[in-house]
């Protein structure tokens, strides 16, 4: 994969993924039900565990509109969001996004490039008050928030948010070697920040990428990984989308987009896919067949992913048009194992041997048909089959030796007329 790290110091990379801007007055969002996590905070990781209480947010002091049906809540967050960053985009109104609420404490990050964030004198744990971190998610948007508490009433919690990362990409699927871009940004009051970009897959993980605002760097910057930098453009929201230039199936995998502030971090997850569709040969590409002798069809299946794969065998007869199974036409079929290639993708070969061949088979058409995850429609690869010396004429054969025969006619009539005026005389005289 290409090597390197771009930063593209254009608004042009953010606009395409922008949350509105608050200057706009969007309308605000219908309150969202979420389950309140009772116990132990995470920091600004993702929530989980511990018991819940039925919760509910709501933005901008709107009292009035109803919530989606669901359990009465329990505690009820009045929330300030200026971004709309727990806006959740695009959902149709009868899909409500899930949410989790978790009480949390604000902590220093544990990777070296994000300690100049947070000397001892402004560390998180001299903010005080009560925090929590929420995290809303739906199939086309995600965000995770870092709530501030403020005053409260039974029942009643009004809270701020400092910091929010979300994305608009929370589940991708993109073709092997085309490239791939993870959209992540994060919503806070202008601030140095540190970001990390970490991939996790079959239970390994490592950074892929790390970046200090302060210093403009990358301390950390694998091969093929490159950073879409967003401008602040005066509402706030910085992109900080990830761009694989060659994503291979060992790029498959969750990842974790991370913002560090002095006074906190947060962190919200995307889901990637990748996928390649197979390339299907069949062998032999002629296939004739002495009287008697049987023969092998393969059929070779090559740079797929993922792994599941179906390779079938149809035949057709020479007089009837549908396809239909081989079955009294092959004697043994079988399918080899799946190989890797370097580049992570697949191939296997199934192979068919046919019954002895007979007259009745002449002309008969086998097809190899491969059904993949990557695919809209089935590939479908055929030769007919031939017996050695039993070929007669086609209809195309015979129409042309008609058309022959025909122009060799008038030839001899315009070259030779006279050899044809006796017969018409002896006609003429009867």
Same mark, same amino acid.
């Given at each position: ?21 608050? $200057?706009?007055? +969007? %309308?605000? =969002?219908? *309150? ?11 920091? /600004? !990781? @993702? ?15 709107? $009292?009035?509109? +109803? %919530?989606? =049906?669901? *359990? ?11 971004? /709309? !960053? @727990? ?18 404490? +604000? ?324």
């Amino acid at each position: 994969m290409a090597a390197g790290l771009r930063l593209l110091l254009a608004g042009l990379c953010w606009s395409q993924f922008r949350v509105k801007d608050a $200057a706009s007055s +969007p %309308p605000l =969002p219908a *309150p969202i039900r979420c389950a309140l996590l009772e116990g132990v905070g995470r920091g /600004g !990781a @993702l929530p989980g565990g511990g018991n819940t209480r039925p919760a509910l947010l709501r933005f901008g002091g709107d $009292a009035e509109t +109803p %919530p989606e =049906p669901g *359990p009465e809540p329990e505690v009820t967050f009045n929330v300030s969001d200026p971004w /709309g !960053a @727990l806006t959740p985009l695009g959902v149709p109104p009868r899909t409500p996004p899930s949410c989790e609420l978790n009480p949390t404490n +604000p902590q220093t990050g544990s990777a070296p490039w994000s300690r100049p964030l947070h000397p001892d004198a402004r560390s998180p744990p001299t903010a005080g008050g009560q925090w929590w971190v929420a995290a809303v998610s739906t199939p086309q948007y995600g965000a995770t928030a870092l709530l501030q508490g403020g005053t409260s009433t039974e029942g009643t919690i009004t809270a701020a948010v400092s910091l929010a990362v979300l994305t608009h990409t929370p589940t991708l699927h993109g073709r092997v070697g085309s490239p791939i871009h993870l959209h992540c940004a994060f919503a806070a009051p202008p601030s140095p920040f540190v970001l990390e970009w970490r991939h996790q897959s079959r239970g390994a993980g490592q950074v892929l990428l790390a970046y200090d605002s302060t210093s403009a760097r990358a301390p950390r910057a694998t091969p093929g990984a490159e950073l879409l930098l967003g401008t602040r453009d005066g509402d706030g929201v910085t992109a900080v989308t990830l761009r694989l230039a060659r994503p291979s199936p060992g790029d498959e995998g969750t990842y974790i987009c991370s913002v560090f502030l002095p006074h906190g971090h947060a962190q919200t997850v995307l889901q990637l896919n990748v996928f390649a569709p197979p390339k299907v040969t069949l062998s032999p590409k002629n296939l004739v067949v002495t009287p008697g002798m049987s023969a092998e069809l393969r059929c070779h299946v090559s740079g797929f992913y993922p792994l599941d794969v179906t390779v079938t065998w149809q035949r057709r007869a020479e007089k009837s048009r549908p396809s239909r199974s081989t079955g009294g036409s092959v004697m043994d079929s079988w399918t080899s194992s799946h190989r890797r290639a370097a580049d992570g993708t697949y191939s296997r070969t199934a192979a068919a041997r046919l019954v002895p061949a007979h007259p009745q088979h002449h002309g008969d058409v086998y097809s190899c048909v491969v059904t993949h995850g990557a695919l809209d429609k089935p590939i479908r690869v055929s030769v007919r089959l031939l017996l050695a010396g039993t070929e007669g004429p086609h209809l195309e054969d015979i129409t042309g030796l008609f058309l022959v025969a025909f122009i060799l006619c008038g030839l001899i009539r315009w070259l030779y007329p006279k050899a044809a005026r006796p017969e018409e005389e002896t006609k003429k005289s009867q």
